[in-house]
């Protein structure tokens, strides 16, 4: 059925993904409408995540597109049942839609990877660290909003404590360990929490020192989280005019590259750990 609201990132996916079947297969929309006893328009919302569609649909049109990967066209299925509300559904109304999809998107990741030059990953950071943030933004937040957010970065991190817990390796330049958001005791308070965080089975803390100079440097945040196969994996970028969500297989694979050469030139988690030890005694 059609629904007023818009569509989430994981119908929106849906859509994409057929309509990349469909011209794979060299269909029409009208032609691949017919083969499954829709309207043309139907089959337009469908693939613009504004229809929900059974999982025995996918399946159906998966066939009509001679996609002959079984484990893909399952992952597909799995991602209907239209629109399923989650915790971040009470923040529509109080914060930008970017902003609120970076919960969706952590909450269908299977794994997630991080990489960040001069900011603190938000799933890591402490509630008087990201205070501290949201009062730097430009333009100036009200209190209230600066609350709002601080809860919203507060309950996204409930993915690293779930059942099962979220795979997560946040790779972290120094030049991040060494900002001094909020002042030293709110930098001392962060850099410990990131130390106990890196303890967790599922959490890898790794550090790219300043000494590391030969690293694909990025100065926007890169978040790449794995789907159910890896040609569902999304990459998100941050930036101050919002996040964009990448799924474009060479866009998918050069994030993955770049992600790899930035780990490659981290410091191992225990020597990442002794490593903001000392930055932290040192304030």
């Known amino acids: 059925m059609a629904t007023g609201a818009p569509p989430t990132l994981r119908q929106r996916r849906l859509g ?22 829709v309207q043309q328009a139907r089959m337009s919302m469908i693939e613009a995540g504004r229809y929900a569609v059974s999982a025995e649909r996918v399946r159906a049109l998966a066939h009509c597109y001679a996609c002959d990967d079984p484990e893909y066209v399952e992952a597909l299925a799995a991602l209907t049942g239209g629109r399923t509300r989650g915790w971040w559904d009470a923040y529509r109304e109080l914060l930008p839609a970017s902003l609120v999809e970076v919960a969706e998107f952590e909450h269908e990741a299977r794994a ?13 950071q402490t509630l008087e660290h990201a205070r501290a943030s949201y ?17 919203f ?14 795979p997560y390796t946040a790779i972290i330049h120094e030049a991040a360990l060494r900002m001094g958001i909020g002042g030293p005791e709110v930098v001392r308070e962060q850099l410990r929490h990131l130390i106990a965080v890196g303890e967790h089975g599922n959490v890898s803390v790794l550090v790219i020192p300043f000494e590391r100079a030969e690293f694909p440097a990025s100065g926007q945040p890169i978040s790449y989280a794995e789907g159910a196969v890896p ?15 990448l799924d474009a297989a060479a866009q998918l694979e050069r994030y993955r590259s770049v992600l790899d050469r930035m780990q490659d030139c981290a410091l191992s988690a225990a020597r990442s750990r ?10």
């Not at 970065?153 to 979220?166: A, C, F, I």
């Not at 002794?274 to 304030?283: E, T, V």
């Open 16 to 37: 994409v993904e057929l309509r990349k079947l469909r011209e794979r297969a060299g269909s029409s929309s009208t032609a691949a409408a017919a083969q499954i006893g």
């Open 274 to 283: 002794d490593f903001i030890h000392r930055i932290a005694k040192s304030l």
């Open 153 to 166: 970065r507060v309950k996204r991190q409930s993915v690293l404590h779930g059942d099962p817990p979220l």
């Open 231 to 245: 040609s569902l994996d999304t990459v998100l970028l941050d930036s101050d005019h919002g996040c964009e969500v």
């Open 112 to 124: 997630l990877r991080v990489a960040v030059l001069v900011t603190m990953p938000g799933l890591v």
């Open 135 to 151: 009062r730097q933004n430009v333009p100036a937040l009200r209190p209230d909003e600066i609350e709002h957010r601080v809860s």
